[in-house]
T-cell receptor
Framework: EAQVTQNPRYLITVTGKKLTVTCSQNMNHEYMSWYRQDPGLGLRQIYYSMNVEVTDKGDVPEGYKVSRKEKRNFPLILESPSPNQTSLYFC??????????FGEGSRLTVL | GENVEQHPSTLSVQEGDSAVIKCTYSDSASNYFPWYKQELGKRPQLIIDIRSNVGEKKDQRIAVTLNKTAKHFSLHITETQPEDSAVYFCAANKGGSGNTGKLIFGQGTTLQVKP
């Protein structure tokens, strides 16, 4: 089954404790991206990747890092989480300019 | 930078009525305009998309129209049903030589269909 899988789905952590949200897709898509969703602000892009070893900042990259060592994986790293990073995070992938397939979302709370 | 504005932010209609959601975009090089539906607690999913070489596309009760000159596009839902209740997002791609699939989303419209 074609899918985008992200983990964990739910996480409560404390300020400053590094965490990684993993994302994996099995559709051989070149393009992958991370979004955060906050009430009234829609989906804002954090980082995106056009292919292996090619990443670029989205609209709200501050406080986040990503890597793309393999085509299927695109982890999101919060080196020192802060409460303003409490949000719902979505990973997504697509084959170039076309349908974006989203993961199920990861709800993160930073205390 | 590129921007997509979406209106209204909330929309309430009676079952069977039509609903229209409008978006404007700023990047004149954009050439791909999808619409996503997000049900409560679920991920966004594509419901319809349109490319700049056509002005209208229809899929059963859903249609999208595009006016490239005015840089706006709209989602039309006819004969609304309670299961159409959801948040709807429009998006436009970043066009030109940097066109690699990057999508810019509108702020979302919460549609409520009352039985």
């Amino acid at each position: 089954e074609a899918q985008v899988t992200q983990n964990p789905r739910y996480l409560i952590t404390v300020t400053g404790k590094k965490l990684t949200v993993t994302c994996s897709q099995n559709m051989n898509h070149e393009y992958m991206s991370w979004y955060r969703q906050d009430p009234g602000l829609g989906l804002r892009q954090i980082y995106y990747s056009m292919n292996v070893e090619v990443t670029d900042k989205g609209d709200v990259p501050e406080g986040y890092k990503v890597s793309r060592k393999e085509k299927r994986n695109f982890p999101l790293i919060l080196e020192s989480p802060s409460p303003n990073q409490t949000s719902l995070y979505f990973c997504a992938s697509s084959l170039g300019v076309g349908e974006l397939f989203f993961g199920e979302g990861s709800r993160l709370t930073v205390l | 930078g590129e921007n997509v504005e979406q209106h209204p932010s909330t929309l309430s209609v009676q079952e069977g009525d039509s609903a229209v959601i409008k978006c404007t975009y700023s990047d004149s090089a954009s050439n791909y305009f999808p619409w996503y539906k997000q049900e409560l607690g679920k991920r966004p999913q594509l419901i319809i998309d349109i490319r700049s070489n056509v002005g209208e596309k229809k899929d059963q009760r859903i249609a999208v129209t595009l006016n490239k000159t005015a840089k706006h596009f709209s989602l039309h839902i006819t004969e609304t049903q309670p299961e159409d209740s959801a948040v709807y997002f429009c998006a436009a791609n970043k066009g030109g030589s940097g066109n690699t699939g990057k999508l810019i989303f509108g702020q979302g419209t919460t549609l409520q269909v009352k039985p």
